[in-house]
């Protein structure tokens, strides 16, 4: 990503494949970072600063949920010395941390601008459904909640897909709801008189 960067490609988006190759007590996949800038135009070298923010996750019978309580300060932080968010990526791993506990691993990947940025912070519940070996989920349940935002001038940042799940009944196994999400960001027109817009 550093040879990227200097050369002035801002990165875009991190696509992990599924093609993880086992070895000894360890595990490697492939990791396609995705970067542009314009065609025939000049472009400074871009500065990135990788974050850890772990996902908690609380199983109980029949759900589980998930939350990430350094979110908040970790944005804070970063966007307060110059940072906004370039994209994000979530590791295939997952540690035991006690009795039906887990964690896994999002970093957030930061880039450096010329001006300070604010964020708002959306958890968008949806409904999936599936059967043996399938998955269906209706995506307008969240989209439409990214256009609203979008219309409003804010900039999709990143979008987590959160490793909870309820189910919607006792009789229906195939059918749960679960959480994504979304973060926007927006630069701020006059940094001496606003403020990051957590919520």
Request: aromatic residues 8%.
């Amino acid at each position: 990503m550093q040879v990227a960067a200097a050369q002035g490609f801002a990165l875009s988006a991190v696509v992990d494949e599924p093609n993880a190759r086992m070895g000894f007590m360890s595990e490697t996949s492939t990791v396609h970072l995705i970067c542009q800038r314009s065609q025939g135009t000049p472009a400074s070298a871009k500065t990135y600063v990788i974050q850890n923010c772990p996902i908690q996750v609380v199983a109980t019978f029949g759900s589980a949920s998930a939350s990430m309580p350094m979110l908040t300060q970790l944005l804070s932080n970063q966007l307060s010395q110059g940072y906004k968010i370039a994209s994000i990526y979530n590791p295939p791993t997952v540690s035991q941390n006690g009795f039906m506990k887990a964690q896994t691993c999002c970093h957030i990947i930061f880039e450096k601008t010329s001006c300070n940025y604010m964020v708002a912070l959306i958890d968008a519940k949806f409904a999936c459904s599936g059967g043996f070996g399938t998955g269906v989920v209706n995506h307008d349940q969240y989209t439409s909640m990214i256009q609203q935002y979008v219309t409003r001038g804010w900039e999709l940042a990143a979008l987590i897909d959160m490793p909870d799940g309820e189910m919607t009944s006792l009789t229906s196994l195939t059918s749960f709801n679960s959480t994504i999400k979304l973060i926007f960001q927006a630069a701020i027109p006059n940094p001496s008189s606003a403020s990051e817009e957590l919520n």
